[in-house]
């Protein structure tokens, strides 16, 4: 019986002293003069089988010699172990070698550091600490995927090569079919490329998710997002997944109330199906991980104005780098203030308009914006949502004091003609909740092949 | 209380009698001089609700002038309807405007053409097809991760900005941060670009995906790809949703199991989730769609080879417009053909291996390559899959005679050195599994916003 490794832990005593069937990897191997010890992984659980063969089998020298890293199909028997903190072993009756593996294979069973992994970023899922990650991500993945497929919101894929854009911050790649060795003298013929115009790479899907709200009520986008920004730090990416819902007929507390419960339910979902994952996590990547993500569950993000975040900021008494400001936008070193003096994730809203994007709703002040900032410990910004402009002429007044194209978003601006309404949303970096929720604390350990400036590998 | 349509459909009897609200759109409005009958939707249930008022409200005259289109807010009284066939009705207390529509709103309670709708596409899916059509597309789309979920694939996301042509057929778009005007006689400096070289769109995840299938044996991608192919038909688009299963240890038997196994499950959830939507479009858009789709789920697809397929072609009496030639491709006429013939989805397998990828296994014929195409009634070839070459040598020697460069693909040569294995997977273009389950005939209306040549709106 062909099995997953899986399997085998989710009903041990079913498939105790039955003839079995697994293929995987070798993680480790000790040779004695009698016996063989095989540490067996498959990828589909944290956990290792051990393999045991004797020199009864007439090919054990032969056995013995099949080096970490190669692929095997073992035949055997499921035994309970000699061993009392292994629940069971296989003893051997077959192992067949299904792809060698040479002697300098480079993930060998000890310590590699998480720069060395990332050159051979194509090998590292198979150690440990990946296979958590990356499980994972998958996890989280799912349970947002589940988080709102059972609240009934759409999930919608918006465009990715689009002609506008949609934050105004004209940090966009460029998509083109043009030969770029064949302009002369700067001369680009628009009508010629692909589209029959310039193009590029989206940096929210937001805009688009508005038309789907103005429709479905609720939708949520999870797809990839660009931003051709030339910083080199541990939480920026060129290339990332986002996921932004869009919720029709809800205000900025109702979004809060959203934001707080979907993360809840990430964090319930993962710790719940990723217990090995995090005893790892736990004890080599960010003690007290699990602490801390049980902490939130359990307890409430706080909810501040950005006035009364700079108000805490100036009376804290320390000494910041950058001193925090009314009106300004906030530092790194005070998000770390700010989440550690709450010990807990903070909201901060009610933002002052002029540093944030075009589409957010003028509160009655007319100074700040009904946008609101997520940020947890460790990674900063996770989320950043608002309220829309909903009022078809402050939009566009808010649009041409920041610059923004109207003859690109016109049937945006019809969204507030045609049965528009008070509305919100929220983007997530799922980047950043991956950082958050695995204590990893960089944005290249998170991503299967990270593409960042001047760095787009395998 | 505040509900979605959604949660009184589900438990009509729970909220009877009740004081609720409701929020959202019109769609159709029908006045009398004592009475108002508002058909009311808000997009989380195919069926509308009907809204009553009467001239006892104060602003009776008032309400009586919403038109089609406008957001609204109800506050009201569930009660049983006098009408039969209805289940309910909600007699309002209050029916506050949220957004008004102007009278030239397009979406007017009529039947419009889908070419006239996809010119609006941004109000689109405030009608009774998209409806259908995008919430099928959201479901399909959970269907997909949840079977894969439940049976331990490990999502991935690989990246969609890539240095290398993962079919090598070199029909990917270029992304760049270069400024085109500033190119003096085609000299391009790679060595400024964004990422230090000449990059494009991805047109496949599968060669990466290979690299987590040797370390988590099943795993999947879902996600957007690219082809700069100017096919201007109904089957083609420049951007898609491309799913990409890949499975250490699985032979091209085992890979036909897991496709028609997978396409049951997402058929039935959808027959089962979208009951509503699939009685529309089983009247209005493909007659017999709801039978063609349980037929399939009841019984088997047919599996030939692709020799067998020519053979049936030839012998079939047929005058086809490209006459079926062993060793050369199935034309769209001859898969049309085939699954009328065998009246369901049809595996092709053992394809020429000229008319193949490079990374198809060899078969000991050295003439074909263990490659699957299965094709659908109504769209033709719906999934594509393969063993993949898993012996360095041969696979080397395939790149050269194909001339894939192998400077680019270093990494996936090294993953038949690094523990090896036999291995397969599959492509299927998400838009055409939704025209093949919608009996929707055009690419272009079963995604949100189309990519295709010259054309990039919204």
Redesign the interface.
Known sequence: MKL?V??IYEDIDKYMDQEIVI????RNHRKQKEFGFIDFF???HFNTVQIVYDNSLEDFSTISKYRV???I?VEGKMVKSPKEQQLFEVVARKVKL?????ED???QPKRHTREFLREVA??R??TNL??AV??I??LA??AI??YF?DR?Y??????????NDGEGAGEM??????D?????????DYSKD????K?G?TVTGQL?GE??A?????IYTF??T?R?E?SNTKTHA??F?MIEPEI??CDLNELMDIEEDMLKYIIKYVLTNAKYEYEMLDKYVEPGLVKKLTAFVDSEAARITHEEAINLLLSSGKNFEFTPMHGQDIAKEHEKFLTEHFNSPVFVKDWPKDIKAFYMKLNPDNKTVAAVDLLVPGSGELMGGSQRE?DHDKLVARMKEMNVPEEDLW?YL?????????HSGFGMGFERLLMYITGIDNIRDV???A?T??????
């Open positions: 997953d899986r399997q293929q995987g990897w070798i498959d990828g589909t890293g190669s692929a199909t299904e792809g060698d593996s040479p294979y480079p993930i194509y090998l899922p198979r990946f296979q990356f499980r991500r998958s993945a799912f995927h589940q497929n009934g759409l999930y919608v894929h918006t465009p990715l090569i689009t002609a790649f460029q998509v083109t079919t043009l770029l060795e064949k302009i002369k003298d700067g001369k680009v692909f589209f029959g115009k193009v790479l688009e038309t789907m103005m429709a479905f009520k609720k797809g990839p660009f051709a030339k060129s290339e997944w029709a007929f909903e049937w019809n969204l507030r003609k045609f049965g528009g309404c008070y991503t299967l092949y593409r400036p001047g760095n787009c590998e395998f």
